[in-house]
């Protein structure tokens, strides 16, 4: 680990960047490594949008080995939607390409003269014109570049529309796969780069310490995956969408922007609906023997022949229920448009649920809308109203930026109906049902994401849901077992694994296997709790965060589940101050500012940290 290829987009500098052992043992790879880089060379006052942002693409030191799901990479930035810090992750393979054409990781600063593409071609780094790709979507950049080159599997990403007009909720297109949240498209828009493209014909050699202690350990953690009961069977067959099933029963699936939390056609939209009415296909991403992925084609109606690698759980909600729609063929049709046009389908479909409810409460008008009557249940308002988000058209102008923008917009209390953290739409993980999670949106970096915090120990029922003392502890060691998965870099789908409520042995063992370092799990705790900090300082410095920002949607805090198995339940302000200072001590925070103490910074080795906030 630790050649980064930089490349300076204004001046056309290419160059490469190596990190010594002590930088790779504090901050293992991954989202550490761009943790550390976004923190040190991005300034306060930087604006997402500017040229001195960095657009950082990072693998890990399991991405690129034979270890079951080494596939994934991440690209982190400073989000146009949160102005805090991003981290958005993907599978597919463009990771193993990278690692395999000798680079850990790639970093973009600046902004090209005009419209262009990057190539990493067999060790040769390019810059090239994409004029004539321009206002192109995802997909047919993609296609268009892999004929260029004559290669079918040449790793590719791209922006669509969405992210050359800088909507704040554009995502970036790899293969199939998208890293959706945040806005990193927009930020690739605003540096003029339309798409990269990465090749290696003769790929470098990723070597482990000890060959026979990785067969060993692959042996052993193959056959676990296998056995396990989610990654053996649930994931296969149902990919990531047995949650609507599972939530909608426990009561908490978001419907109609959050206004109620049980969805009377979510029969029309599970996991087994899908799997009966529009599979075709499985589909894995490098390396991984799970197959979550599901391709699904509508076979008939008025969307029939929409194909589309999806939709996962977070769009079968943001696009189905959350806008009270439960028509399947319809939340197909619109996940690839989302796609194409380069927008997330989470943001999308929360910004869009909010404008409707918004249009009946009366804060919008057909005058705002362009003569719309937007309404709950119509996949034809849906599929148009992503159309103008992404390309600023009409309403979608005001849509664009997202939920928290367009509150502002709105005015006249719009923002009690905007279900956000820290300007990040909040996903398909219920903030009043899920105790823990409420606790992991309210602290997590990124805003609204269940990626820092996670709801599935509650879920599942390991953790019980109902329990409200002591989560503020749980979330601390949920989120220091996220962060060293995201450095590593795996995949959640092996949370339940490795261990669903924090950090364990096996944490240890996968970096001990692949990179020779002999980690305790204390050790393991200190560099996550280290990348964190770093995290949590970047957003302190550039959005003036800290416990004054770690809070709820209105609703969450304030509107009690009107009905339902879940009835009742919410997360009044009171008893998440209560859970936020247990999640501070267990930080080594503190509860009046939410900053890492001057004790934890210099216990971290992160005396320059201590120097900006104190």
Known sequence: MGKILRINLTTREIWEQEFDNEFCEKFLGGDGFAAKILYDEVKPGVDAFDPENRFIIMTGPVVGTAAPTAGRASIITKSPLTNGYMDCYY???????????????????????????????????????????????????????????????????????????????????????????????????????????????????????????FKA????????????????????????????????????????????????????????????????????????????????????????????????????????????????????????????????????????????????????????????????????????????????EGIGELLADGTMRAAEKIGQGAEKYAIHCKGLEIPAHSGRGIPGMAVGYATSVRGGTHQDGRPTAERVGVVDINQIEGKGVYEADVTRMTTILDSLIVCRMTEGILGLTGLTEKHAEIINVITGMNPTVKDVVDISDRIYAVQRAFNIRHRNGGRNEDILPHRFMNEPIPDGPAKGKYMPKETLDKLLDEYYDARGWDKETGYPTKETLVRLGLEDVVKDLY
């Not at 193993?96 to 054409?101: F, V």
């Not at 791209?158 to 959706?180: D, H, K, V, Y």
């Not at 990465?198 to 790929?203: D, I, S």
């Not at 076979?299 to 929409?306: C, E, M, N, Q, W």
């Open 91 to 213: 599978g597919g393979h463009f990771g193993a390409e990278l690692k395999y054409a000798g680079y850990d990781g790639i970093v973009l600063e600046g902004k090209a003269s005009s419209l262009i593409y990057l190539s990493v071609i067999n060790g040769k780094v390019e810059i090239h014109d994409a004029e004539d790709l321009k206002g192109v979507e995802t997909y047919s950049v993609q296609m268009d570049l892999r004929k260029r080159y004559d290669d079918p599997n040449l790793a590719t990403m791209a922006i669509g529309p969405a992210g050359e007009n800088l909507s704040r909720m554009a995502c970036t297109i790899i293969g199939c796969r998208a890293a959706g949240r945040g806005g990193t498209g927009a930020v690739l828009g605003s540096k003029n780069v339309k798409a990269i493209v990465v090749r290696a014909e003769k790929p470098v050699d990723i070597k482990v310490p000890d060959v026979d202690k």
């Open 217 to 392: 350990w692959f042996k052993d953690i193959y056959a676990t995956i296998k056995a396990n009961p989610g990654t053996g069977q649930g994931l296969p067959t149902y990919g990531t969408c047995a949650g609507i099933t599972v939530n909608n029963q426990l009561g908490i699936l978001g419907t109609r922007n959050w206004q109620t939390e049980q969805f009377e056609g979510a029969e029309d939209i599970t996991g087994s609906t899908m799997r009966k009415k529009t599979w075709i296909k499985d589909d894995a991403c490098y390396a991984c023997p799970i197959y979550c992925g599901k391709i699904n084609k509508a076979k008939d109606g008025p969307y029939k022949g929409a194909l589309t690698v999806g939709p996962e759980y977070e769009t079968l909600w943001s696009l189905g229920s959350n806008v009270g729609n439960n028509n399947l063929e319809s939340i197909i049709i619109a996940d690839r448009r989302c796609d194409e046009l380069g927008l997330d389908t989470v943001s999308v479909g929360s910004t869009i649920s909010f404008a409707i409810e918004c249009y009946e409460k009366g804060l919008l008008t057909k005058e705002d809308t362009g003569g719309i009557e937007l309404k709950f249940g119509d996949p034809e308002i849906m599929l148009d109203l992503i159309e103008k988000i992404a390309k600023r």
